[in-house]
């Protein structure tokens, strides 16, 4: 089955670590995003990838670093810098970042800072 | 930039019934795709319907249809038959294609209960 898989699904981080979250898709896409969303609100934009080893910051980029090596992977980590990082993140990928693509959604991670 | 708004926190409606979403969307781009996804409680995104700025008709998916009025900026999403299952959160989206390629903006949503 194709589909975007993100683990862990709940992750715990002690304050000043950083934590890396996992995003694999095998759908082919060639576009994927990061977002972060707040208990009640909607999706911001933290980064997107348009093609391998290519990204750009989105809205709420500060914080946070990714990577993109491999088309498939687009791995999120949230740095100790992130001063809020308590949240739900949603990774999505896209057959391209073109006004008419559909973004396909994985399960998320909801990380906790004790 | 580009912005999309959704006034109603949230949204009754009867079983079988339909009801209407609101989205107004503001952008600096000639071109630009609509999206609408629906988030149940599990937190999965779920997309349901698309509408791209050139397109001349409204799009139509199943019980799903979108109301769009380009000259107001709105994309209202129109849910006909609700059922109980339709109870979720509701998310307005753009995506545009020059200055804004690739970026997503997504609305703050709106709260959607179906009751029996």
């Known amino acids: 089955d194709g589909g975007i898989t993100q683990s862990p699904k709940y992750l715990f981080r002690k304050e000043g670590q950083n934590v890396t979250l996992s995003c694999e898709q095998n759908l082919n896409h060639d576009a994927m995003y990061w977002y972060r969303q707040d208990p009640g609100q909607g999706l911001r934009l933290i980064y997107y990838?348009?093609?391998?080893?290519?990204?750009q910051k989105g809205d709420i980029a500060e914080g946070y670093s990714v990577s993109r090596e491999k088309k498939e992977s687009f791995p999120l980590t949230v740095t100790s810098a992130q001063k809020n990082p308590t949240a739900f993140y949603l990774c999505?990928?896209?057959?391209?970042?073109?006004?008419?693509?559909?973004?396909?959604f994985g399960p998320g991670t909801r990380l906790t800072v004790l | 930039a580009q912005k999309i708004t959704q006034t109603q926190p949230g949204m009754f409606v009867q079983e079988k019934e339909a009801v209407t979403l609101d989205c107004t969307y503001d952008t600096s781009d000639p071109s630009y795709g609509l999206f609408w996804y629906k988030q149940p409680s599990s937190g999965e995104m779920i997309f349901l319907i698309y509408q791209g700025s050139y397109d001349q008709q409204n799009a139509t998916e199943g019980r799903y249809s979108l109301n769009f009025q380009k000259a107001r900026k709105s994309a209202n999403l129109v849910i006909s038959a609700s059922q109980l299952g339709d109870s979720a959160m509701y998310f307005c989206a753009m995506r545009g294609h020059n200055t804004n390629a690739g970026k997503s903006t997504f609305g703050d949503g709106t709260t959607l209960t179906v009751k029996p």
């Open positions: 999505a990928s896209s057959i391209e970042a073109a006004p008419y693509n559909e973004q396909f």
């Open positions: 990838s348009q093609i391998v080893n290519d990204f």
